[in-house]
């Protein structure tokens, strides 16, 4: 039986994980996507990234696939796509997914806590 642990090594083991220095860098690159898969209480109550597109880990799914009715079309198979959660796992897990959907450049940029510590701009 698998645990929650077992599903986060998974996703660690895919995803690479990149320092919020790195992920700025990116950021004022301007050729990144960002995403917060948080919840958008989450998302209320800290700010997310600024420009950062706000897709719920469980919906991911349904936005990254273009025949849902669902999908969002700033998700492109070929895009630089950077995820951002509370503290890096549901990052991590979402990466996952994407990556097993064919998603091809998905990394992690952890926490947005560490984000900001960083000095990432943010938005409410």
Known sequence: MK??????AEA???VPKI???DGIAKHEAGNSLF???RASTAIDDSGTIAGAV???RGFIE???D???PYHNPALTKDADIILVCAAGGQA???GKTLKDMGYENVANVGGIGDWIAAGGKTEA
């Open 66 to 68: 273009d025949s849902t």
């Open 35 to 37: 995403i917060d898969v």
């Open 3 to 8: 645990r929650a642990q077992d599903y986060l």
């Open 19 to 21: 320092t919020p220095e």
């Open 62 to 64: 349904f936005a990254a």
């Open 54 to 56: 706000r897709i719920d």
């Open 92 to 94: 991590a897990l979402a």
């Open 12 to 14: 660690n083991a895919v």
